[in-house]
């Protein structure tokens, strides 16, 4: 992962990604199953058409496996999604403690001749492309606030949705 931030890079891995898109799909399941409060009848392992003796028994291997893949998807996002924002904390709470507690102030590096080499070109040049990168981000930083719909429908939607589903299939198959 880069050491920039940006809302434009994926906080998942393609591993997270396909946790979550099975995760969704097995909650889809659960939900399913809870709600219509009918569990399968004959299920399909292996190639081997198994028909359990009771539904009660098929319902707690749907959840198992359910329950299962959505707290595998919930660890990985959660330290991905932590290693994610981690250089814009570390920039934001860098700033302040300088500004509260640094050892300078904005007026000590004013009107400071110094000679000029390539090599001072070179930083020249990578500190006025940072000005003007940070002057972007401050003009459209009301794009930078969809970071939070962006997080809503890549981490909580499919947290809250396997969370509610595994319940709803508790529920049901726990009163078989």
Not at 131 to 145: L, N, P
């Amino acid at each position: 992962m880069s050491e920039k931030f940006s809302i434009y890079n994926d906080p998942f891995s393609e591993e997270t990604i396909k946790l979550r898109r099975n995760s969704l799909l097995a909650s889809t399941a659960c939900l399913f199953i809870g709600l219509t409060n009918s569990v399968p009848n004959k299920i399909a392992l292996f190639g081997l058409g198994v028909q359990p003796a009771n539904e009660s028994m098929i319902g707690w291997f749907i959840l198992l496996v359910s329950s299962y893949v959505y707290f595998h998807f919930l660890s990985s996002a959660i330290i991905e999604l932590a290693d994610w924002v981690k250089p814009f904390w570390v920039y934001i709470n860098t700033k302040k403690e300088l500004i509260i507690n640094g050892p300078f102030h904005e007026d000590d590096f004013e009107n400071i001749p110094a000679p000029t080499d390539e090599s001072d070109r070179n930083a020249m040049y990578q500190d006025a492309k940072e000005h003007k990168i940070w002057e972007f981000a401050q003009r459209f930083s009301f794009a930078y606030k969809f970071i939070y719909l962006k997080l809503l429908i890549e981490v909580l939607v499919p947290i809250i949705f396997g969370g509610i589903s595994c319940i709803v299939l508790f529920c049901y198959v726990k009163n078989l």
